[in-house]
């Protein structure tokens, strides 16, 4: 709003002041005024603005200028977008200083500011001591009265044009110019009633220079999609760094935990659940602070303008992952009962879609591989295991998280000598290889035209004297790795058998993302410029890049510490949080599975090795062990070359990727494994000699 800037003057000129706040479009009540004045009699000017360009409220300056006189203080107006405009009478009304521009409604160039004062205030300001050199208003009066022209070089071309508006106001006449933009104001609001539109203030606080309306409630509109075809997104996250200083206890017991640990049934968070779930979380109805990422997003999902800065928010609603996909899904109930925010959700999925396509043109890889979901009862017992939902509603925050933490990265690593960075580096070409012989098994490969590779022979042989041969393989320097091969080979394989098992695999052939102060780029993303902003509450990194970015928006140096010591740090708390909820998670299976020896699964094979082969089952994400020597009918051996278990006498085989049928025999839950044998269809196990007979044929 323009009266900030009378508070930010005062601050920066170090003047004492009091600041009369209203509520937003509303008048600042009088008698208010009269009280600060009678309490604090020490005050020597008041300072209004006219006409609020934020609302187009005018401000009842007769009042106020009334107050100022009875109370004896010099009066300051801000006219800039009035003089001109409405009637605004400097010796009726006394006021001192009345300060406007040579545009707005005098209708010429701007560039020229100007002062219509009482000649007694200016006499009088030639007493206080001066606080500028340029912007001394009584220096500039007297060379002008002793030189008839301004101290300094004039902008001439302005002030001829100021000239010219002047003999036009006059030659139009005041009342005449008064009446064209009240005759104006009055055909506007007339259309803008008609149109169903409503202002924002009431007619008597309403000026007739600015109008502003209320946006309309109907589903069809949206001030969005009207505005040069682009999107707005507004990132707005819980601003940690204002409570949670650094070298605090809360701090450094933040540092050594890294991030919060979510396990199936509690979690254990990084910040005391005082700031976690109470003063951090975005409650509907309630005011929190936050940094926001204001992003203005184009049709080919490019930001083309952006913006930083604190906040303070109140959220509308506590919506849910799965309501928001009814809605989406077209739930007449939850459509109705969400009207009002019915066209926020579907531009928000038209924006998602968008960027994610932005992000897949530039190679960023998304396997989309599913994860277990563990069902508890009231009691803590665990009772089942599913799929996690993902879904639209899921896409939509991922999108807009990920566009924020990029616009934050690439900002930071602009105006900062330093920084924090999410970075994912190339995968190892040696993995690369592995992972491309499976594939090719598959009849799949990367696209990569050759390995730069040597190739030496090995002969072993076995414990019945069998000799196997192999090749190792030594990769030279210069392969080529891209992030869109694997993006173009996860495209192909969707919908197809071996999807799940090579895009699992794919997944293990990348090295793991990490923290560093150093830009390396993200691999998997596809992104030059990348870190973690969006989840202070949750992760110490995050907490790191609000401090960095607070330093950035208050002008100053930022003192965070030694960044390489906190990205590895929170590297190494990362992946300790990450094996702690793998294994009580595995823990967590184990124990459910105690129940059901004996049931037999569908399940797929994910790897193979020279003492049977691991299966995960399909319905419940487990996975366990098929001993080679339990495996039926034959004697078994494993081929590394082609990494598939092959039969001695009937060559049946089995290999990465096959469906199988298998029933638990075994729970170890010291170890936490699972171990299970091949269930064979009748017919096969039919068609079998027993044992007893093929010892019969034998010489």
């Not at 020279?610 to 080679?628: N, T, W």
């Not at 009748?682 to 000699?689: D, V």
Request: contains cysteine; charged residues 30%.
């Amino acid at each position: 709003p323009s009266w900030q800037r009378f508070v930010d003057i005062a601050r920066c000129y170090q003047l004492p002041f009091y600041e009369l706040r209203c509520p937003w479009g509303e008048w600042p009540e009088v008698t208010r005024l009269q009280q600060i004045l009678e309490d604090h009699k020490n005050i020597s000017h008041v300072a209004m603005v006219h006409h609020e360009t934020s609302t187009g409220l005018l401000n009842p300056l007769p009042e106020v200028a009334a107050m100022a006189r009875e109370r004896q203080v010099s009066l300051i107006v801000d006219a800039i977008s009035s003089l001109g405009g409405v009637p605004v009478d400097v010796q009726a009304q006394q006021i001192d200083y009345l300060l406007s521009t040579s545009n707005k409604c005098l209708q010429g160039m701007p560039g020229l500011a100007w002062v219509i004062c009482r000649r007694q205030a200016l006499e009088h300001s030639r007493q206080l001591p001066r606080r500028s050199f340029y912007l001394n208003l009584y220096q500039q009066y007297e060379h002008f009265e002793a030189n008839g022209q301004m101290q300094f070089t004039p902008p001439v071309q302005v002030v001829y044009a100021l000239a010219q508006a002047i003999r036009e106001f006059w030659q139009e006449g005041a009342a005449a110019r008064f009446q064209r933009y009240r005759r104006n104001w009055q055909t506007l609001m007339a259309g803008l009633q008609e149109l169903g539109f409503r202002t924002l203030l009431p007619l008597e606080r309403q000026s007739p220079l600015l109008t502003t309306v209320l946006e309309p409630t109907d589903p069809r509109y949206s001030f969005d999609r009207l505005h040069d075809g682009r999107f707005l997104l507004h990132v707005h996250i819980a601003d940690v760094s204002h409570y949670v200083l650094p070298g605090s206890p809360i701090d450094q017991e933040a540092f050594l935990r890294g991030t919060s640990v979510y396990f199936p049934d509690r979690a254990v968070p990084m910040l005391p659940l005082e700031l976690s779930t109470e003063i951090c979380s975005l409650k509907p109805g309630v005011d929190r602070l936050c940094l926001s990422a204001l992003l203005e997003i184009d049709r080919q999902g490019d930001v083309v303008r952006q913006e930083f800065c604190r906040s303070v928010i109140r959220s509308v609603e506590r919506m849910t992952y799965t309501d928001v996909y009814l809605i989406l899904e077209g739930d007449p109930g939850l459509r109705q009962r969400y009207a009002a925010l019915v066209p926020r959700f579907e531009l928000m999925k038209e924006l998602a879609l968008i960027l994610n396509r932005r992000r897949m043109k530039r190679g960023a890889i998304d396997f989309d591989l599913p994860e277990p979901l563990l069902l508890f009862d009231e009691e803590g017992l665990m009772t089942g295991i599913q799929r996690t939902p993902r879904n639209i509603a899921h896409r939509i925050i991922e999108e807009f998280m990920l566009a924020a933490n990029e616009a934050v990265s690439r900002h930071l690593e602009e105006h900062l000598p330093e920084s924090l960075f999410r970075v994912h580096e190339p995968p190892d070409a040696q993995k690369v290889l592995d992972f491309e012989q499976i594939a090719a098994r598959f009849g799949h490969t990367l696209g990569i035209a050759a390995f730069p590779a040597r190739r030496f022979p090995v002969v072993t042989r076995t414990s019945d004297g069998r000799k196997l041969r192999r090749d190792i393989v030594r990769l030279e320097e210069g392969l080529k790795i891209t992030s869109r091969m694997y993006q173009k080979l996860v495209e192909k394989l969707e919908g197809k058998p071996e999807e799940r098992i090579l895009n699992y695999l794919m997944l293990r052939s990348l090295k793991q993302a990490r923290y560093s102060e150093k830009n390396i780029g993200h691999f998997a993303l596809a992104a030059k410029s990348y870190t973690h902003f969006t989840s202070p509450i949750r992760r110490y990194p995050d907490l790191i890049v609000h401090r960095l970015l607070s330093a950035w928006l208050d002008g100053r140096e930022p003192d965070v510490g030694d960044l390489h010591e906190i990205a590895e740090q929170c590297s190494e708390t990362e992946r300790r949080a990450a094996d702690a909820e793998r294994e009580l998670i595995e823990w967590k299976k184990v124990k459910f599975m105690t129940g059901r020896i004996g049931d037999e699964f569908d399940g797929l094979i994910i790897s193979t090795t020279k003492f049977g082969f691991f299966v995960e089952l399909e319905d419940l994400f487990v996975e366990g062990l098929v001993p080679i020597d339990l495996l039926p009918g034959d004697r078994w051996n494993y081929h590394e070359n082609t990494r598939k278990i092959i039969a001695e006498r009937s060559r049946r085989e089995y290999k990465i990727g096959d469906r199988v049928r298998v029933r638990l025999d075994k729970v170890d839950g010291v170890e936490r494994r699972l171990f299970f044998s091949v269930v064979e269809p009748e017919s096969e196990r039919r068609l079998r000699p027993s044992k007893g007979a093929a010892r019969k044929r034998r010489p």
